[in-house]
């Protein structure tokens, strides 16, 4: 499967840091996988602590202030290349420039991460109907966020859970990885692999 994730910038903030747990715990080898940066602000010591050998990284380098389409084609062209299945934006704002670049299908998989309670309140109804329409799924980052996406409209079987996870092993001690007893609930590892089924059973519905 090839997967190719969106984002504008790539610098120390809750979203890009969601995005190199993910691709870091991504254990499917068989995937092909593809970080999309569009625009010239990215933070190359970030971007270094992605360690997944399967993860091919494009920058589009479009300025920050710049032409709204710039990058357009050069993305066109990687997803016709690589034959992309799964486009996962980790904005609004990304995903509708990601369907401004490519189209709207039924055919590609579109996946959403929202972040926030607020985004649905604030969009033209035509953007939230063309999300309504396109989007495959919807991953919210917390009970909160996915009511907020169910109460402007979208189906609840549409949305799913995956919550920001903390990197456990940055903060144990060294008497906690001795005795290594108790597993925490909050697990990036386990809700990556959620993500990896939820991208799979898509896949399966859409043939």
């Known amino acids: 499967m090839n997967i190719l994730h969106i984002i504008f910038s790539f610098n120390n ?22 970080l ?4 010239d602000f990215y933070d190359e010591k970030l971007l270094n602590k ?13 300025k920050v202030g710049g032409k709204k389409t710039a990058g357009m084609k050069k993305l066109r062209n990687i997803v016709k290349k690589e034959k992309i299945d799964v486009v996962h934006c980790h904005s609004v704002n990304v995903l509708n420039y990601a369907f401004l670049a490519l189209g709207y299908s039924f055919k590609r998989k579109y996946i959403l991460t929202i972040h926030n309670v ?8 035509k953007s939230v109907l063309m999300h309504k329409l396109f989007l495959h799924k919807i991953t ?7 009511d907020s996406i169910v109460a402007n409209g979208f189906p609840d079987k549409k949305i799913d859970i995956i919550y920001n996870g903390i990197d ?18 909050v697990n990036t590892t386990e809700d990556q692999h959620k993500m990896r089924e939820l991208v799979d059973e898509l896949l399966k519905k859409n043939k």
């Open 118 to 125: 607020s985004i649905y309140g604030i969009l033209s109804h």
């Open 168 to 185: 456990l092993e940055k903060y144990k001690n060294e008497h906690d990885k001795k005795d290594n007893k108790v597993k925490e609930e």
């Open 50 to 62: 992605i360690k997944n050998r399967n993860v091919k990284i494009v920058k589009l380098n479009r």
């Open 13 to 34: 903030g809750g979203s890009e840091n969601l995005v190199v747990d993910l691709l870091n715990s991504w254990k499917n080898k068989k995937d092909n996988l593809f």
């Open 140 to 146: 919210a980052i917390s009970e909160a966020v996915k």
């Open 36 to 39: 999309c940066v569009v625009n």
